[in-house]
């Protein structure tokens, strides 16, 4: 069993960065394809960011390409979302899942942390 523990959201001003954590407990990331999902109010779960198994690639939605980052720290076995110039629309609860390799779909997806607001303020 895998859990998943996340840690970083919070407010920010528009344009600000913020970094969300999310720390596996129970399997090591290595083996485990990561995602990040955000929902906004209203919205359906989209996936905003995501990375293969071993970490050997990284997929943005192009909502959020150049301006996030998806990176991995093997030894924490910990998932890092770096969110840079956000944005108004990227107001949302953000939540990591993990699953043997990458889905764009949330649906696929066997673990999942416990969600963590972003919020921003204009």
């Known amino acids: 069993q895998v859990q998943l523990v996340e840690s970083g959201g919070g407010l920010v001003q528009a344009g600000g960065s913020l970094r969300l954590s999310c720390t596996a407990s129970g399997r090591t990331f290595s083996s485990l394809a990561m995602g990040w999902f955000r929902q906004a109010p209203g919205k359906e779960r989209e996936c905003a960011a995501g990375?293969?198994?071993?970490?050997?690639?990284?997929y943005y939605a192009d909502s959020v390409k150049g301006r996030f980052t998806i990176s991995i720290d093997n030894a924490k076995n910990t998932v890092y979302l770096q969110m840079t110039n956000l944005k108004p629309e990227d107001t949302a609860v953000y939540y990591c899942?993990?699953?043997?390799?990458?889905?764009?779909?949330?649906?696929?997806?066997?673990?999942w942390g416990q969600g963590n607001p972003v919020t921003l303020s204009s």
């Open positions: 899942a993990a699953r043997s390799w990458f889905d764009w779909f949330d649906s696929t997806y066997n673990y």
């Open positions: 990375l293969s198994s071993r970490g050997g690639s990284t």
